[in-house]
């Protein structure tokens, strides 16, 4: 079965450590080639994440990361770069996996619409607004005041749906995420949320917003934080997963439901879901508790519907 993840932070170990490896099976790569051809993983998405480490992020960090994501990923002959609709349905095709480029946080853009426009000459197709806390745009879920957005931020809202870049609210505060509703008119996602009313932290989706992304034809990604699965510190069973997937489809969300592990995000993992090469695993629970058609669309079918309805034509 093929399979897409809607989000990993691979390239921000590679950036932290330029000794990595991601041809290789590299222990410190929770995503790297051989286990992504070892799962069937079709398309990957990779996020730009500046670490909070990096004290004064600039758009310098940011094309760095992307000279990164060219030199030391999409340099394997088994990568092939989606842009847009056409560079999808050729990855179909071949025996090669697709790599999606985003953004996740506006930090370093410092409300320069000129650097948004750059992003997309280059290839980002979805930006994360946040990361947890507030930026010069919108507040994020950690944030206190707990905000909204800025004018700034609901300029660069604005030129992102002109532009047709998808906008992921995994990060976003509840107020910026129903201020984000409002204002902006296409589809959007959260590529590595789950459900509050199961595991009631932050990050996670409430619902409600859980409906409106659905009501929007927009795409939800579960994601393998094993804190964000359970709210208690036992180990986090595929099975304690699985019951996000049958909440969101409750909601009506079956065909609006995928995955976006997080790996190389998370220091802490499920049972069974170590690194992208344990996806097998998780195919093998679904197997078990849905039909194969439903199992189909949660690993690509979902992201397949979306990506082509919403990526430049």
Not at 114 to 143: C, F, P, Q
């Amino acid at each position: 079965m093929k399979i897409m993840d809607g989000h990993c932070d691979t390239l921000t170990k590679l950036y932290m450590n330029p000794k990595l490896d991601f041809h290789k099976e590299e222990l410190e790569l929770d995503v790297n080639y051989p286990r992504l051809q070892r799962a069937g993983i079709k398309v990957q998405c990779f996020a730009i994440y500046l670490s909070e480490s990096i004290h004064q992020p600039t758009f310098d960090h940011i094309l760095q990361m992307i000279d990164i994501f060219h030199r030391k990923i999409m340099s394997h002959p088994g990568m092939s770069f989606i842009q847009n609709v056409p560079d999808w349905l050729a990855v179909e095709k071949s025996e090669q996996i697709g790599a999606i480029l985003t953004l996740e946080g506006l930090d370093a853009m410092a409300g320069n619409m000129t650097y948004l426009r750059i992003l997309y000459h280059l290839g980002v197709r979805s930006v994360g607004l946040t990361w947890n806390y507030a930026n010069w745009a919108a507040d994020g879920v950690m944030e206190p005041r707990k905000g909204g957005f800025t004018l700034k931020g609901k300029r660069m809202l604005r030129e992102l749906e002109t532009m047709g870049i998808i906008v992921d609210v995994s990060h976003l505060s509840v107020k910026a995420f129903w201020e984000m509703a409002e204002l902006y008119g296409k589809p959007f996602i959260a590529s590595h949320s789950n459900a509050g009313s199961l595991c009631p932290h932050p990050r996670n989706l409430s619902d409600e917003q859980i409906s409106a992304i659905i009501e929007r034809q927009g795409q939800i990604g579960i994601t393998f934080v094993p804190y964000f699965v359970e709210p208690v510190r036992a180990p986090v069973q595929i099975s304690q997963l699985l019951t996000h997937i049958d909440h969101v489809c409750s909601l009506g969300g079956e065909n609006h439901v995928g995955f976006g592990s997080d790996f190389d995000g998370i220091e802490k993992w499920i049972e069974g879901l170590r690194h992208a090469g344990d996806y097998e695993n998780i195919i093998e629970a679904l197997c078990k508790n849905y039909k194969e058609a439903q199992v189909e669309r949660f690993l690509y079918g979902n992201w397949q519907r979306f990506m082509l309805a919403n990526l430049p034509k």
